[in-house]
């Protein structure tokens, strides 16, 4: 069982910044893939960033070079630095790990940001 653990978001302001933290039970380093997901009210799920294992990482069209997705492996943890934050960024967010030897996806509990205009 990997247990993930979001932290940051909150309320801000458009063009403010916020950071969300996602903190491993497992060791990050053997995960094929982490991202960041995001759905807004009355909208499916979308991926926002993700990260592999070899250091690879892609955005969605729509927060390319204002989100930047990292991580610590020492610590277990992927980071989304959000710059620039627009009032349609405004979502619950989710931390997802893939691996392929897995069964199935884990995804951490699900944190709100809200930009205000």
């Known amino acids: 069982q990997v247990q993930l653990v979001v932290s940051g978001g909150g309320l801000v302001q458009a063009g403010g910044s916020l950071r969300l933290s996602c903190a491993a039970s497992v060791s990050i380093f053997s995960i094929t893939a982490m991202g960041w997901y995001r759905q807004a009210p009355g909208k499916q799920r979308e991926l926002v960033a993700r990260?592999?294992?070899?250091?690879?990482?892609n955005y969605a069209d729509s927060v390319k070079g204002r989100f930047t997705i990292s991580r610590d492996v020492a610590k277990n943890t992927v980071y989304l630095q959000m710059n620039t934050l627009k009032p349609e960024d405004t979502a619950v967010y989710y931390c997802?790990?893939?691996?392929?030897?897995?069964?199935?996806?884990?995804w951490g509990q699900g944190n709100q940001v809200t930009v205000s205009s």
């Open positions: 990260i592999i294992s070899g250091g690879y990482t």
């Open positions: 997802n790990a893939h691996r392929v030897e897995w069964t199935k996806d884990y």
